[in-house]
């Protein structure tokens, strides 16, 4: 066997002045929950910022990643200390698993195959069915500490407006526990991808986004699809949706799996579909369960189920602009109609729970009838969906498996509150996760743009996670950076959200970087963005040298005009004299001036 | 005398698909209002659309421009017709307005010099006094027709919540009249600049947008300077401003507004500020003064003056984040506290009234304590300086004066309404004008997406202008593209606001590019996008291939997936039977289901 290398195609390495620590678990001893504190100037006399990382080992210093053998498995004694899964030998591998790749055409497979875990007869082993019985797991501990962020040695500011929403002081194991016992939140994490760090989705929690990838038609190595999942990640992906059509389906996934620290989702049709060489009409339950088996087994962490579409609802899309845009549920509604009932998704989905339930797949309920023009939006065919996804949540539960349910699309501002509030009721407070929405349809090109201003609001009014979109959307495929483009834009609006919700601690950084800028703190306000090389790159283009890294002005206004300087002088003589002597001293001016004419009531 | 040949630093021409169209006024017929029309392919059997067009006659392929000569004096006929201005020898050009640039170092002066007109003595020659008087001006019908957009012939949704605007089926000359004497909207038109093309500001008209310009301090030609002006109206700026600083402010400012078929909007303090050397103390009224006449001459629209920044609220910054960022705002709590005494700006803000009355210069009342952080925003200062200005509008108004009221700044989401219904009381619904508001500190080199974001949504909220931010904020001046970028991102947010609000054929645009990308009508798609260029551009880096422009699928899924081309499949066999059979046919398929496992209630 050849020794396998690091692999140069995968980025890795901290980001400027960050260092990844971990912090331990109280009530499970073997978790160590990553963060990265970004560190400041000595003269800013601050300590190092914590914050969220959803990039893995793969910003440690410390780890050289080996995509041959992939990550650590994490969880698998936390696993196998439950007691309630079995190994056994797993669905081997078809030709149409792989489209019928052949020869050069086919990605190689994964050499270091494991066998898979399911339930033992009878159980369920989802967090969701743990939570209800009133176990903590280690998944459970690990996110609570996660999203605190250490909040509990910030200044909090609670002055957000949270739409119902509870987020504590201090997020608890137990508190966790309750929230995905209530289905309020779900936290995907397929018994086969013990790699995975967890992460929870709810609108009790930090709002979340994911970002899709997937193989492009042209043929590209396993390095090239694990680094799109480790690009996206290393931004702030906090989950991976794997899109991928065509040939070489399983063995891409197998290795973008065995590398990733994030959830990572599907949708089963797609491969299904690839099955019976792309004929909406051929596929058949069979089919259909196979691709399921096949992907729990590898560890997809949530499937995206479009059996919300059902029979009567295909012709309330007739009269639409835009028809279904889904493409999953275009091609469900061409079968139904095709066989004339209703599909194998909605009559089986008690079927789909079970597998789901022996694996903790969590359920992502499509909606296959979600606008794709903002003239559609919120419209019967939407909503009749909506209620049926709400109808298949309670069946989901009982089952014990969780659930989230996914959103539009195309929908102008006005009707955004709607799209959450509807859901809420509907689907009972299942977390919600939608793609965008796009506030107008007139700007191709831009169209993350379009979108983050509908995530925004969204994750503000309850919103648990979004879908990114790329400035690509509508037009092409994205490249490299228009998946960074699109997972900055998408922290940009997550946190936007955050902060309006009132999320204890999400100002902290907001505050580090506006003092680092008032202070002229130049690399600080860098190293404190969301993307410090955009930052320092665009500073470069009007002031590159060194030297201005520490003028204590900018280049929009230079060192005469700077607005900063002056209120530091004022500042200055604040502390001089003490704010209360000064705001006495200028409190007379109030009455100097008298408008030598009167002001008249004017309209 | 050299004849004066076309400049080839200036982008002309249409855009792609585009015709300028010029309607007639009916009251007055000597108007000819511009418009954009975009065709569509054939077989989409659809009228050609209108669209706002603020690009002036460098979009009409008739025009040649001669920046030497400047653009035709369009309402100079408007103006003498009323009778009430006079021609007079202005103030004679100073080294001072220079900045003392000599030599090679002064931009040449504009060639074609004209002798500024002014109010006869007692008259005011202000939109508002006309509108008072009853008067219907032609300026007050071109901006009904323009904001109309044919929109008579558009079938028009009313769907938005516009918080309390007024937004009529059909705006009427005598509509904008009764706005702008309200105090509701301003029409920024300085006698001096009669090259301009009419628009209005105001929360029952198009949401509109405002780009700012400068000029760099490295030298720059009098075609750079103008080009700037025409690139950022190539992509839809309403107005611009000239935030120059340093040397040539005069002469530059002169290429540009001879050049402009948009207001011009400035801070005569920048300038004021130059002729002291920098030096804030050194600051007198009578410097003021006569920058204020020197730019009222050359025809600026409106001015910004931080006239609500008082002595007593200087000591309410010290405890901020970042202190005041605005230049302005900095400058004036700086001479206050030096000179221990309120401001020229608000002493003397009535004999500024008699200036901006004479020439019809409207005001755009100064933020100059807006929050310059998340941290900072609805503070005490912010808000009592807003009521200052609120004061002011009063006095501007008994005067006979247009008045808009300049907003922040950094504000999270759930505050930002907050600013909307106080600047509405406080100010008596004279019109808003805000940059952006960011929605997070985090982002820098994304912050015209941090504040699109805040921007779309105050434009819903009531904001009438929203003045764009480049992805160099805070980090450094925009370049060409970087004025695109900020342009196109703000055209994004005033439309999603106007959707919002449900502003009557709005949403024309979002149909007519939805159904074209319904039929796959790749082309249309590309032309009636906000812009093409990128669209194409983005298009064609996956599909590069001039056959994939009229190929039914797409980048994104390919042919076997295309989940638009089963919803024709779907809409084909609606036309086939009758949609209403068709629904029938379906709708027993209501019951088919029946889980095997009642849904247990979950909590």
């Given at each position: 066997m050849t020794p396998h290398t690091a692999t140069p195609a995968i980025t890795t390495g901290p980001l400027p002045a960050s260092a990844k620590i971990y912090v331990p678990g109280a009530v499970h001893n073997d978790i160590r929950v990553p963060m990265r504190e970004i560190s400041t100037h000595p003269t800013a006399g601050e300590p190092p910022l914590p914050v969220y990382d959803s990039s893995g080992p793969y910003t440690d210093p410390e780890f050289v990643p080996v995509i041959h053998e992939g990550l650590p498995a994490l969880r698998a004694d936390w696993i196998a200390r439950r007691g309630d899964t079995e190994s056994y030998a797993g669905r081997e591998t078809r030709p149409e698993d792989n489209g019928f790749a052949r020869g050069d055409h086919l990605v190689p497979e994964f050499p270091a195959?494991?066998?898979?875990?399911?339930?033992?007869?009878?159980?369920?082993?989802?967090?969701?069915?743990?939570?209800?019985?009133?176990?903590?797991?280690?998944?459970?501990?690990?996110?609570?500490?996660?999203?605190?962020?250490?909040?509990?040695?910030?200044?909090?500011?609670?002055?957000?407006?949270?739409?119902?929403?509870?987020?504590?002081?201090?997020?608890?194991?137990?508190?966790?526990?309750?929230?995905?016992?209530?289905?309020?939140?779900?936290?995907?994490?397929?018994?086969?991808?013990?790699?995975?760090?967890?992460?929870?989705?709810?609108?009790?929690?930090?709002?979340?986004?994911?970002?899709?990838?997937?193989?492009?038609?042209?043929?590209?190595?396993?390095?090239?699809?694990?680094?799109?999942?480790?690009?996206?990640?290393?931004?702030?992906?906090?989950?991976?949706?794997?899109?991928?059509?065509?040939?070489?389906?399983?063995?891409?996934?197998?290795?973008?799996?065995?590398?990733?620290?994030?959830?990572?989702?599907?949708?089963?049709?797609?491969?299904?579909l690839e099955k019976v060489k792309g004929i909406a009409e051929d596929l058949t339950w069979d089919v259909f369960r196979d691709t399921l088996i096949e992907q729990a087994e590898q560890g997809v962490d949530y499937f995206t189920i479009h059996a919300g579409v059902r029979l009567h609802m295909v012709p309330m899309t007739v009269g639409r602009v835009t028809g279904i845009v889904s493409r999953g549920g275009s091609i469900i509604a061409k079968w139904c109609l095709h066989h004339h009932k209703e599909s194998f998704l909605y009559e089986r989905f008690d079927e789909i729970c079970d597998i789901c339930r022996a694996y903790d797949v969590s359920f992502s309920l499509g909606d296959g009838l979600r606008p794709g023009s903002i003239a559609d939006a919120n419209d019967e065919a939407q909503f009749a969906e909506l209620e049926t996804l709400g109808e298949l949540t309670k069946i989901a539960w009982a089952k014990d498996c969780q659930v989230m349910i996914e959103g539009p699309g195309h929908v102008a501002m006005h009707k955004i509150k709607e799209n959450m509030d509807k859901q809420l009721e509907c689907c009972h407070e299942a977390p919600f996760y939608t793609l965008g929405p796009l506030t107008t349809d007139i700007a191709p090109g831009y169209d993350h743009i379009t979108s983050s201003i509908g995530a925004a609001m969204i994750g503000w009014y309850g919103c648990a996670m979004l879908c990114y979109v790329?400035?690509?959307?509508?037009?092409?495929?994205?490249?490299?950076?228009?998946?960074?483009?699109?997972?900055?834009?998408?922290?940009?609006?997550?946190?936007?959200?955050?902060?309006?919700?009132?999320?204890?601690?999400?100002?902290?950084?907001?505050?580090?970087?506006?003092?680092?800028?008032?202070?002229?703190?130049?690399?600080?306000?860098?190293?404190?963005?969301?993307?410090?090389?955009?930052?320092?790159?665009?500073?470069?283009?009007?002031?590159?040298?060194?030297?201005?890294?520490?003028?204590?002005?900018?280049?929009?206004?230079?060192?005469?005009?700077?607005?900063?300087?002056?209120?530091h002088d004022i500042r200055a003589e604040a502390q001089k004299e003490g704010t209360e002597a000064m705001a006495m001293k200028y409190r007379t001016g109030g009455d100097l001036y008298m408008p030598v004419n009167g002001a008249a009531e004017q309209g």
């Open positions: 195959k494991r066998a898979p875990l399911k339930a033992v007869k009878g159980k369920a082993v989802t967090q969701l069915a743990y939570a209800r019985a009133g176990m903590i797991t280690p998944e459970m501990e690990f996110v609570a500490i996660r999203e605190n962020l250490k909040r509990e040695s910030v200044a909090s500011q609670r002055d957000g407006d949270a739409f119902g929403a509870t987020l504590p002081d201090i997020v608890t194991p137990e508190f966790v526990r309750q929230e995905i016992a209530a289905g309020r939140a779900i936290l995907p994490a397929n018994i086969n991808h013990p790699e995975l760090e967890p992460m929870i989705i709810g609108r009790n929690f930090r709002v979340k986004i994911n970002a899709n990838i997937g193989t492009s038609a042209v043929t590209s190595s396993m390095e090239e699809e694990v680094e799109k999942m480790v690009w996206a990640t290393r931004w702030g992906a906090d989950t991976v949706m794997d899109l991928s059509t065509g040939r070489n389906i399983h063995n891409t996934r197998e290795w973008i799996l065995r590398n990733s620290p994030v959830p990572i989702g599907t949708v089963p049709l797609y491969q299904a790329t400035p690509k959307e509508h037009l092409g495929l994205p490249d490299r950076e228009d998946v960074k483009t699109g997972v900055v834009t998408y922290k940009i609006a997550a946190h936007a959200a955050d902060l309006a919700k009132g999320l204890p601690g999400a100002q902290a950084r907001d505050d580090a970087l506006s003092r680092a800028r008032f202070e002229f703190r130049w690399e600080d306000q860098f190293n404190l963005a969301l993307d410090p090389e955009t930052a320092r790159d665009f500073h470069d283009q009007t002031l590159p040298k060194e030297a201005h890294k520490v003028a204590h002005f900018c280049s929009m206004c230079g060192p005469k005009f700077c607005s900063m300087r002056i209120s």
